[in-house]
């Protein structure tokens, strides 16, 4: 422990003095080893500060972001992993708090494939916590507490990441991994592997597959924002999208990456239906359906838009008059 702990100090002084970066890298990679093989309670709590730090601290570079995702990485590998034991599970939940994952689920920076990277590792760590807890207080954190709309409202600006929706998909199923920080299949090959959804009896937690309806619905209301289309019952937060465009390529790349998430969400619900008995359940839920019906009644006012894109993009295949996509 006191080499660990003499090790962070050292990477934090690198840090706040601007040394060299790959003085940083090497201390990092020296540190994802000590993560590997101590996970005691302290050292899990000591590894955490350290990673607030390293992406928070006021002079924060790229290197200190790189230093504190390496580290998370390293500390999810190993809690999140298919080896991890009971014993480091109750260290973990002993050692972390809700608040700390919110801080790393509200991440922002200009690197957005490190910043998706973190988002990922903080949905996984949440996942692996509300299952160590147990059902009772998963089932008071998304109920009592309002937990699907605090997700919600964390990852409102992560719809349009493939990686971000993927992993909310497998950590509804409680998959762990050992390779995280790698970008994960896409949603669709995800509902097409059988070891994944024909096997399991029952969703460990169906609400993260429920977010992607708040999710899909986040990018209509910015599509219908930019038109001008906005109900005025609408009140979800919305993200801004590439600034120094124009206002018809910013239509355009929203339009598509929205067409790209419905045609996603389409192909799960056929193939998930078709496939899964879990999946059907959960589909046919009053929760899903309350979403999608939402969903349903944005698009029929796309269907009018003027923009060429919102008109003939947004209407595919499942996504039809007639709603099958639901």
Known sequence: MKALKKLLQQIKVCILEEEDAEIIQELSRLLSIFIHFDVSAESIKHVSQFVIFALYNESATEFSQE???????????????????????????????IHWI???????????????????????????????????????????????????????????????VSVLFLNSFGIDSDVYGLNPPSLPELTRNKSITASADKLVLPELITILNNMALTGIIELE??????????????KN??????????????????MHLLNQMADMIEVGCSESVTIQELFTSKEWLEGAFEIVGHLKILRHSPHPHCRSGLILRHVLPGTSMF
């Open 67 to 97: 230093a504190g995702l390496q580290a998370l990485i390293a500390l999810t590998n190993k809690l999140c992993g298919s080896t991890s034991s009971i014993k480091q599970l109750k260290k973990f939940s002993r050692s972390i708090s």
């Open 241 to 258: 999208i590439l600034d120094g465009s124009s206002a018809n390529d910013q239509m355009t790349e929203l339009s598509f990456d929205l």
């Open 102 to 164: 919110l801080l790393l689920l509200d991440y922002q920076s200009q690197n957005k494939p490190q910043a998706a990277k973190i988002v990922c590792c903080a949905i996984c760590l949440l996942a692996k916590f509300l299952r160590v807890l147990g059902v009772n207080i998963t089932q008071r954190f998304f109920k009592a507490n309002r937990g699907l709309n605090v997700l919600s409202f964390f990852l409102q600006n992560w719809w349009n990441n493939d990686s971000v």
């Open 225 to 238: 924002k930019r038109q001008g289309r906005v109900p005025s019952t609408s009140s979800s937060p919305v």
